[in-house]
């Protein structure tokens, strides 16, 4: 247990790291012009054309991180920060974020895989708490219940792991295609690549943090006969 708490601690203390930094790096290429002059949406509507796709629209998403690409509904959801602004920041997001439109007109195996998972996850995620809860305090007379309760968790995990390639391929396609492209040059091309890089570290911090809690639901359930 001690050793567990030690682990989950380092996690914690690793995210709140890697928060910060993201936080820092964001905001100070927030206040960075792109060199191209280009706006996040203008940025993602022409990696969308230059790699052929045209049935993707651009929008804009009130709030602050909230930039996304639903594949439902072919959009590229872009935060009024990032839409509007000239910033290398923008760029990278936006950039990032049509990297996703792309895996998906590609059919890039990670991402298929996660999208497959995302209903089961959902519907994991909603009783995921309560089940493991019951688990907890009934694990001395129904311990298959907190076996359940791992097994759904176990889901949740994967999907965090799965997550990290399709991110990480994103921001690879999307840096790539900012330089080629010439939307960043030498000036600023770093920049998008350390805020991009950034972003990543927080998927693999989320993804340890899941493991490190499967891993303590798993000692209670191995230690459950023990005094």
Not at 113 to 140: D, H, K, Q, T, Y
Request: proline share 3%.
């Amino acid at each position: 247990m001690y050793t567990y708490l030690i682990i989950f601690g380092a996690v914690a203390i690793l995210s709140y790291l890697v928060q910060a930094n993201l936080q820092s790096k964001f905001k100070k290429y927030s206040e960075e012009p792109l060199s191209s002059g280009m706006t996040g949406r203008e940025v993602a509507e022409k990696m969308l054309h230059d790699n052929g796709i045209y049935n993707v629209s651009v929008i804009s998403t009130p709030g602050q991180l909230t930039d996304h690409y639903n594949p439902t509904n072919h959009t590229v959801n872009l935060s009024e920060s990032v839409y509007a602004s000239r910033s290398v920041a923008a760029a990278a997001v936006a950039a990032h974020e049509c990297g996703h439109a792309v895996q998906h007109a590609v059919a890039y195996g990670p991402l298929t895989m996660r999208s497959a998972l995302v209903p089961v996850v959902s519907f994991a995620s909603n009783i995921l708490s309560w089940i493991l809860l019951a688990g907890i305090l009934m694990v001395e007379t129904f311990p298959g219940l907190l076996l359940v309760g791992i097994g759904l968790f176990a889901l949740t995990t994967l999907f965090a792991f799965i997550t990290l390639p399709v991110e990480i391929d994103a921001s690879r396609r999307a840096t790539v295609w900012l330089r080629s492209a010439g939307i960043t040059t030498t000036r600023d091309h770093g920049m998008a690549v350390s805020a991009l890089r950034s972003a990543a570290y927080t998927y693999v911090v989320a993804a340890l943090s899941s493991l490190a809690t499967l891993l303590y639901y798993v000692m209670i359930y191995m230690g459950r006969d023990r005094d």
